[in-house]
């Protein structure tokens, strides 16, 4: 088996109130076919998701076929 991806986008996301990264994160999610949660805490991303446009985004594009 064989794994390649054409094209990736880093996305950081925190815990402040950056209107433009926000979008930049929302509209990366709604676009991805995958998507990758770092290691360390995941509580901690959990809290910062939970409940905002990028946790609809991220369900929907996984009950759209995308990995996660």
Excluded: P, S, W
Aim: hydrophobic share 45%.
């Amino acid at each position: 088996m064989q794994a390649a991806a054409t094209q990736g986008q880093l996305v950081i996301i925190g815990g402040g109130e950056d209107k433009e990264n926000n979008c930049i994160v929302l509209r990366a999610a709604q676009q991805a076919t995958g998507l990758f949660f770092t290691g360390g805490d995941q509580a901690r991303i959990v809290d910062l998701i939970k409940g905002t446009k990028l946790d609809t985004a991220i369900h929907q594009r996984y009950a759209e076929g995308a990995v996660i």
